[in-house]
Nanobody, 115 residues
Framework: QVQLVESGGGLVQPGGSLRLSCAAS????????MGWYRQAPGKQRELVAR???????DLADSAKGRFTISRDNAKNTVYLQMNSLKPEETAVYYC?????????WGQGTQVTVSS
């Protein structure tokens, strides 16, 4: 069993930056792939970025060049650094952990991009 707790969301102006954190409890964190998804009101949840257990990353086209995903296995934490944020990126951001058998979700953290 893995529990995920997101933090770091909030209100930011267009063009600003935020760093989201996702702390995982449970064992074998390093063996899980980790991802960040977001869901805006009235829209489907979409992948923003993911990092595999080996460290390779995959970003949505909209995130490339602005967002960075990283992980610290010693701290059981995955991060999403978001720069040059846009109003249309206002959403609840969810942390996700997966392996070949299981998938887990956090409760989400609200990110609001507005002036």
């Amino acid at each position: 069993q893995v529990q995920l707790v997101e933090s770091g969301g909030g209100l930011v102006q267009p063009g600003g930056s935020l760093r989201l954190s996702c702390a995982a409890s449970g064992s074998a964190f390093s063996t899980y792939g980790m991802g960040w998804y977001r869901q805006a009101p009235g829209k489907q949840r979409e992948l923003v970025a993911r990092i595999f257990s080996g460290g390779s990353t995959d970003l949505a086209d909209s995130a490339k060049g602005r967002f960075t995903i990283s992980r610290d296995n010693a701290k059981n934490t995955v991060y999403l650094q978001m720069n040059s944020l846009k109003p249309e990126e206002t959403a609840v951001y969810y942390c996700n952990a997966w392996n070949f058998r299981y998938e887990y979700w956090g409760q989400g953290t609200q990110v609001t991009v507005s002036s």
